[in-house]
């Protein structure tokens, strides 16, 4: 009796400290969890450099190798895309100061599409009210909202940017960590788990092949938003198409918006300079082709690693990216897959041993 309640006593007083434990980490969830997912995808190259310049040494180099390729590019895109955010809305005060708004409005009320569905007298309504005080204080009323929701988005950057610069530090310390102490990790753990050897490994196989699988579909997604990238900016006839393809590919690592970080103030370009039919294209194929590429390239890839049925993956996907951001992305198959293996250990160790059991008794 003693001795159970000793032993209710230290299970509730350890999962009382792992709840706290885990409770102070939530802060740093995310950068702890792209740690992992980079670790997992670094081990091999990890393995083979610390035969020659020792582990610490490869941990090291490995870490300030993704700083350079990883982190700092992505931090300029990200830092590119809200400069061009800032100098569009700067660009549509300019349109409405100067009119040259109602110069726009009305090639788009003269495309002969538009014609197709509204007759002459409702268009000559139309551009009436566009030369009206009444639309144009409309205009300059919602453009001081926009501009208050801008300075708030300034305001905010700054605490942003330090938040975005120490989740950066807790990401490359844990990496470095991760990385040069990560088999002591695994063996530390694998000694509280109630579970069988070989069933231990291939839930590990199965979270490392899941984050390979979703790093190669992430490429690959990065590849296809880039070339379809590249052939609607040649269609709009666009200058440095090769140089905006590349701008794509690298963005649709971005979150939250990926491709669209770049597409989205290119086809404003294109609409104010190339003209409206120009323009609603480029909205077009950018929402429909550069960005929806990614729903479908991305499972596709993916099921070539993991044998979990394409719907499935679909669903882990994007149900992990509503639910937890861009890291949704890795964690939603891993959540899936793993699930799927648990299943089938449960079947091999619980029902098949079960059954077999039965047999022999009988």
């Not at 530390?188 to 979270?207: N, Y």
């Not at 590249?230 to 393809?245: H, N, R």
């Amino acid at each position: 009796m003693r001795e159970r309640i000793f032993l209710y006593f230290l299970l509730s007083l350890t999962g009382f400290f792992t709840a706290l434990a885990l409770l102070m980490l939530f802060p740093f969830l995310k950068p702890i969890l792209w740690a992992v997912i980079f670790s997992l995808v670094l081990y091999p190259i990890h393995l083979i450099l610390s035969l020659r310049i020792g582990n610490t040494y490869s941990a090291l180099f490995l870490t300030l190798t993704v700083l350079l390729i990883v982190v700092i590019p992505f931090s300029l895109v990200l830092t590119l895309a809200i400069r061009q955010s800032i100098d569009l809305f700067q660009l549509a005060i300019k349109l409405t100061h100067n009119g040259s708004y109602i110069e726009i409005l009305n090639q788009t009320l003269q495309h002969p599409f538009v014609k197709r569905f509204l007759a002459e007298e409702e268009l000559q309504k139309i551009v009436s009210y566009m030369h009206s005080e009444e639309f144009r204080n409309i205009l300059i009323a919602g453009l001081r909202d926009l501009a208050q929701k801008g300075l708030n988005f300034v305001a905010s950057l700054v605490p942003a940017l330090g938040a975005f610069l120490f989740k950066t530090f807790v990401f490359l310390l844990t990496l470095f960590f991760i990385l040069r102490d990560g088999p002591r990790f695994v063996r530390f753990a694998e000694r509280f788990l109630p579970m069988h050897g070989e069933d231990i490994e291939q839930v590990f196989l199965t979270i490392y092949k899941t984050v390979i699988a979703t790093v190669y579909g992430s490429i690959g997604v990065g590849i296809a938003q880039g070339v379809v990238g590249f052939v609607g900016y040649k269609l709009v006839g666009l200058d440095y198409a090769l140089l905006l393809a590349l701008s794509t590919f690298i963005s649709s690592f971005v979150p939250p918006f990926g491709a669209g970080f770049i597409w989205f103030p290119v086809a404003l370009y294109t609409f104010a300079t190339e003209g409206t039919y120009k323009g609603a294209f480029m909205f077009l194929y950018g929402a429909f082709a550069i960005s929806t590429i990614d729903n479908f390239v991305r499972p596709l890839i993916m099921k070539m690693g993991i044998s979990v049925p394409y719907i499935v993956l679909f669903f882990s996907i994007v149900g992990g990216l509503l639910t937890f951001g861009f890291v949704g992305i890795f964690l939603g198959p891993i959540i899936f897959t793993t699930l799927f293996t648990l299943a089938l250990i449960y079947e091999r160790r619980i029902l098949k041993e079960g059954n077999l059991t039965q047999d022999r008794a009988s």
